[in-house]
């Protein structure tokens, strides 16, 4: 006899999930509790359809490895469908507005999820005009402002290393050097006006060129002011490696050359020794942990001993995208 699976609590049941600023930190702790308790029942192989013959829409903008299969497996064990749809092959290619988008994508299913991360100014824009006119919840799986659901995963692996109360430790949230592409700016900003709310101190380093969004860095100082934790800027690597206990070292573009990614590529150039490695990794606690939202360009943003080395928890954070994917999946649908 299959046993019965808990009831989840429906505080958020029908809500959108855009950016973390728009869930309380009651909500966010239901999304980590539940994530966690997912993350169990997934190990143990027990099943847990939560979502039985449900339908959600993953829309994508941009390429993914993680986002995209973290939420196409987390609703097949949830008993749901994801349909993937990618923005190239489907009418919006030939303008087919949001508004029109999110009428009809709802009246099909139960979820609509959209990647849109690429051009600054436009990604959160679209979403929440989708989820205007959409009648079921919204999915952020990266816009130009944040990545809801990585720094969701980054949060439940900080605190499987060190707890739940953070209070008082370290977070460096860097610029690296990467020659791959300009990525996107919304995992540093998710990063920093997250943590800021869940008791870490946080660091952000960059070159002059790289700073980040006005309304992510405002909020990011109010939530420190409020919270009583710190928030401050530096711009070298070193200064925010001394003493952290998690470092999160990553490459992002300039925000006003996203149209333009040759001068981008030629600016970056000067920093290639913004790079992650042991010499670096010294400066930081003993204990400390090296994260990254992956893809890594290995060998430019951290080298391999580093990525591959006893501090890395890469693999870790990168696995609970599904369980953060699939709390909020079920949690919302
Ligand atoms: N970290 C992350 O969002 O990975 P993908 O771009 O592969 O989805």
Not at 38 to 43: A, D, E, N, S, V
Not at 152 to 181: C, H, Q
Not at 219 to 232: L, S, V
Not at 271 to 286: F, T, V
Request: hydrophobic share 40%; with cysteine; aromatic share 10%.
């Amino acid at each position: 006899m299959p046993t019965k699976l808990p009831t989840l609590p429906n505080t958020v049941r029908g809500k959108d999930y855009i950016e973390t600023r728009d869930w309380s930190v009651k909500e966010i702790e239901l999304a980590l509790t539940t994530a966690g308790d997912l993350k169990k029942l997934f190990r143990k192989g027990k099943p847990h359809r939560y979502l039985p013959d449900k339908t959600i829409f993953l829309f994508f903008f941009d390429k993914s490895t993680r986002t995209r299969n973290s939420f196409e497996a987390g609703a097949t064990q949830l008993g749901a469908h994801a349909h993937f749809i990618s923005a190239e092959t489907s009418q919006v290619a030939h303008g087919e507005s949001p508004k029109d988008m999110g009428i009809i994508l709802s009246s099909y299913g139960h979820a609509i999820a959209i990647r849109h991360d690429l051009v600054p100014g436009e990604g959160n824009k679209y979403m929440r005009e989708v989820a205007q006119y959409a009648k079921v919840p919204l999915f952020n799986m990266q816009c130009d402002i944040d990545h809801p659901f990585q720094t969701l995963a980054d949060l439940m692996t900080i605190r499987e290393e060190f707890g739940k109360n953070l209070r008082g430790l370290k977070i460096d949230v860097s610029w690296a050097y990467a020659p791959s592409y300009a990525k996107p700016m919304s995992v540093p900003q998710g990063l920093i006006t997250l943590m800021t709310r869940f008791g870490l101190d946080v660091t952000l380093a960059h070159p002059p060129e790289y700073t980040l969004m006005k309304g992510p860095m405002e909020y990011a100082h109010r939530m420190a002011e409020q919270n009583g934790t710190k928030f401050q800027v530096v711009d070298n690597m070193e200064d925010a490696f001394k003493n952290a206990d998690i470092v999160y070292p990553k490459s992002w573009g300039i925000e006003s050359l996203f149209h333009n990614p040759q001068e981008a590529l030629e600016i970056s150039k000067k920093y290639k020794h913004w790079i992650c490695d042991e010499e670096k990794m010294k400066l930081a606690k003993k204990h400390a942990i090296y994260m990254h939202c992956l893809p890594a360009d290995r060998g430019y943003e951290v080298t391999d001993t580093v990525i591959d080395g006893a501090h890395s928890r890469v693999f870790p954070e990168a696995e609970n995208r599904l369980h953060t994917a699939k709390a909020v999946m079920a949690l919302t649908m």
